[in-house]
């Protein structure tokens, strides 16, 4: 639960920080003046902010992956341990029709992986230490190629486009509302000059709270789905028995997930919540995934 409430408190307080400098700024007032009727200059603002945020962050992921983790890439295996990861990698890589990807280890002692990255072509797929103390080689196998199946098939480009199409809708949303409620209490001033008073500024804020909550769903919704995709993948590269073997060695595992918020979605494996907190989950629960991938028709 706390991971979900340090994720959803960051997202506001990024979009507590946009309306503030857009007022101090006066952007608001700058859109409202190219025509609120024809919403031209707000569409332009809504998108600039919604999508640029999401692909800035995704353009800085590794790099952010990297410092936050600590975690190192092995440029020249040191041992063999790290020589068998690193081909191990490179052979699903080749199998998934995608560059290879920079692979790193970092040190934390719970089981856990993720992939990020740019594009197919240029991600990182790193494992934690724990995972390689806890887990055997065949299962190691089946969660690199379940991590390899996020960047095969795009997940990381994905989630960042459905992130921005939505921020672009709050942003635009809160703000038409926003303009009509501040009109309204000021006694229907021009439209133009809506987007200055105090009434339009506590409506955009209050309604990127409630609207951005509900676009959380929608992307954890579809992080919960993308898990189940990745799961056939790691099936596909490694097995089926070594996918649910490696699934069922992390529900048996315990321990606090030390994996930054930031990267909770990527993982190979996440927090679980009950009854409303769930739509807020970015993995499914394991008895479900392990569930579908025996009850998955062999030819997938």
């Known amino acids: 639960m706390r991971r979900i409430v340090l994720f959803l408190a960051t997202n506001i307080a990024v979009l507590f920080l946009l309306s503030i400098v857009c007022h101090l700024l006066g952007v608001d007032q700058m859109a409202a003046a190219q025509g609120f009727g024809g919403s031209t200059g707000l569409l332009v603002f809504a998108a600039v902010f919604g999508m640029g945020g999401a692909f800035i962050s995704l353009a800085i992921s590794k790099w952010m992956a990297k410092h936050s983790t600590g975690a190192c890439v092995i440029t020249q295996p040191a041992n063999e341990s790290e020589r068998w990861l690193v081909e191990t990698v490179r052979r699903h890589a080749q199998n998934a029709g995608i560059g ?3 692979v790193a280890i970092y040190d934390a002692p719970e089981m856990n992986a993720f992939a990020t990255g740019m594009s ?17 080689r065949e299962q190691v196998t089946a969660v690199l190629g379940h991590e390899i199946g996020h960047v095969a098939n795009g997940d990381m480009v994905t989630m960042t486009l459905i992130q921005g199409v939505l921020n672009t809708l709050v942003i635009l ?12 209490l000021s006694g229907n001033r ?6 200055s008073g105090i009434g339009y500024f506590v409506t955009v804020m209050v309604l990127q709270l409630v609207l951005g909550l509900f676009a959380s769903m929608i992307v954890m919704a579809f992080s919960r789905w993308r898990e189940f995709r990745a799961d056939a993948a790691g099936a596909r590269f490694a097995g089926r028995g070594a996918m649910i073997s490696a699934l069922d060695r992390l529900r048996g595992g315990h321990g606090e997930n030390t994996l930054p918020k930031t ?38």
């Open 100 to 102: 290879m990807p920079e």
């Open 120 to 136: 197919k072509n240029h991600a990182l797929v790193a494992v934690s230490s724990g995972l390689l103390q806890q887990m055997d």
């Open 173 to 184: 949303a809160a703000r038409v509302i926003g303009r009509v409620v501040d009109s309204a």
């Open 190 to 195: 021009d439209e133009r000059e809506s987007g």
């Open 263 to 300: 990267l909770a979605a990527f993982g190979i494996a996440g927090p679980l919540a009950d009854g409303f907190r769930r739509l807020f989950m970015s993995h499914p629960p394991l008895d479900e995934r392990i569930a579908a991938l025996r009850n998955a028709s062999p030819h997938h």
